[in-house]
């Protein structure tokens, strides 16, 4: 079993919707969940964190993480074109990350 | 304003030569990771420093060396290039604690 398990997609929304990405992960001392996107060929850029259970809002973006069931999500709110992008939800602890395979989403017009 | 560097962004070189990419970063980071990374595919972790004169190995075999004799400064050394190590590396910095990583802009490295 992987560590950290995406759906690879691509996930399709029209633009203005939202954008549901979820991620588990088997690692039940996993400590530090995070959201990154990345654009294709760029390197990944750090959206959002979250370390407790709950929903955490930030913009647009909302991060929710409920450890019982190990998994983290994150939604988009009002998707933009701008969006586009594959979305990485690495675990693990203050010194080591897993990254997984990523979600890509593609925003239609 | 990218805080991390990394040259060069692209490298085309020959089979058998040696290679250095260079990391550094101006946060006074303690944690610096190289994450090779192959289109569409996921990041492998292949080496990574808590500190100075401290390296481990990541998950990926990996016949890449890195040193940290400073802690702005992560090069990573191929001795010996070969066309199966064609692909991205990235290298990322995080401050001491539960924080994320910030990634360089990557150098995408092709071995003819």
């Known amino acids: 079993q992987k560590e950290v398990e995406q759906n690879s997609g691509p996930l399709s929304v029209p633009e203005g919707a939202i954008a549901s990405l979820n991620c588990t992960y088997s690692?039940?001392?996993?400590?530090?969940f995070f959201w990154y996107r990345q654009y294709s060929g760029k390197s990944p850029e750090l959206i959002m964190s979250?370390?407790?259970?709950g929903d955490k809002e930030d913009g647009r973006f909302t991060a929710q993480l409920n450890k019982a069931s190990q998994y983290v999500s994150l939604l988009i709110r009002d998707s933009q074109p701008s969006d586009s992008a594959t979305y990485l939800c690495?675990?693990?602890?203050?010194?080591?990350?897993?990254f997984g395979t990523g979600t890509r989403l593609q925003v239609t017009l | 304003e990218a805080d991390i560097y990394q040259t060069p962004r692209y490298l085309v070189i020959g089979t058998g030569k040696k290679i250095t990419l260079e990391c550094s970063q101006t946060?006074?980071?303690?944690?610096m990771y190289w994450y090779q990374q192959d289109p569409g595919m996921e990041l492998h972790l292949i080496h990574y420093s808590y500190g100075v004169n401290s390296t481990e190995k990541g998950d990926l075999s990996s016949e890449s060396t890195v040193s940290r004799i400073r802690t702005e400064h992560f090069p990573l050394t191929l001795e010996s290039a070969r066309p199966s190590h064609t692909s991205q590396y990235l290298c990322a910095s995080a401050p001491p604690g539960n924080y994320g990583y910030t990634f360089g802009s990557g150098t995408r490295l092709t071995v003819v």
């Open positions: 979250i370390y407790s259970n």
């Open positions: 690692d039940r001392g996993s400590q530090s």
């Open positions: 946060m006074g980071h303690d944690k």
């Open positions: 690495p675990t693990g602890t203050a010194s080591k990350l897993t």
